[in-house]
């Protein structure tokens, strides 16, 4: 167990939907980042905040959005869901910018 | 952006048997690290590497950053490393994975 934890673990939902995935991370820790991964395009880092805000963007879409709030958990919001969105969305958490970073579970989400 | 590419991309091994994964990347680095991804798709920390040799229990990892490539070793491999191996790398405030080794250990 990491110490991260992400909700919810599965989520089904349709095409032009809008979902939220939380993160609490590791106790500590400063750092929240999120993650996308899919067959064909593998791992990719999304974003990053760092104790409330925004640090790194990575391959994120426009569709996409996240937050890091006060008491340092994240969510990632994602709209306007289509097909290719469906994939597996980690969090991972570290004490800050780009230190070690550790993994929650994953939450699998299929856009049907 | 920087390039990652990890060797080999399939490994099967024998349990008791000893490997190395090998992680190239095209440019300077500020940290790397090694995930094992489990059967049950669980992203487990490994190394944080950005230089220098570490050692856990049968695991061990050398990064030589002036060379720009890291390396894995499995020591006794056991059933229980099956999975995906991959390595991260962060490079101007973005961080890239590579496609992984997939690692298979028969009993």
């Known amino acids: 167990d990491s110490g991260v934890t992400q909700t919810p673990k599965h989520l089904i939902t349709a095409t032009g939907q809008r979902v939220t995935l939380r993160c609490s991370p590791r106790?500590?820790?400063?750092?929240v980042y999120w993650y996308q991964q899919s067959l064909d395009q593998g791992l990719q880092f999304l974003i990053q905040?760092?104790?409330?805000?925004?640090?790194a963007k990575g391959n994120i879409l426009e569709r996409f959005s996240a937050q890091q709030f006060p008491d340092l958990h994240s969510e990632l919001n994602l709209s306007s869901l289509e097909l290719g969105d469906s994939a597996l969305y980690f969090c991972?958490?570290?004490?800050?910018?780009?230190?070690?970073?550790?993994f929650g579970p994953g939450t699998r989400l299929t856009v049907t | 952006g920087i390039q990652v590419e990890q060797s080999p991309p399939d490994l099967i091994l024998q349990e008791g048997a000893n490997s190395t994964l090998r992680c190239n990347f095209s440019?300077?680095?500020?940290?790397l690290q090694w995930f094992h991804q489990n059967p049950w798709g669980q992203l487990i920390n490994l190394f944080y590497?950005?230089?220098g040799t570490k050692q856990n229990g049968r695991l061990s990892a050398t990064t030589v950053a002036t060379e720009r490539y890291s390396l894995l070793y499995i020591s006794s491999s056991q059933t229980t490393d099956s999975g995906v191996y991959f390595c991260?790398?962060?490079?101007?405030?973005?961080?890239?994975f590579g496609a992984g080794t997939r690692l298979t250990v028969k009993p």
């Open positions: 991972a958490s570290s004490v800050g910018p780009w230190y070690e970073q550790y």
């Open positions: 106790s500590g820790d400063l750092s």
């Open positions: 905040y760092y104790n409330g805000e925004e640090r």
């Open positions: 440019d300077s680095v500020n940290n």
């Open positions: 590497i950005p230089s």
């Open positions: 991260a790398v962060v490079n101007n405030n973005d961080m890239r």
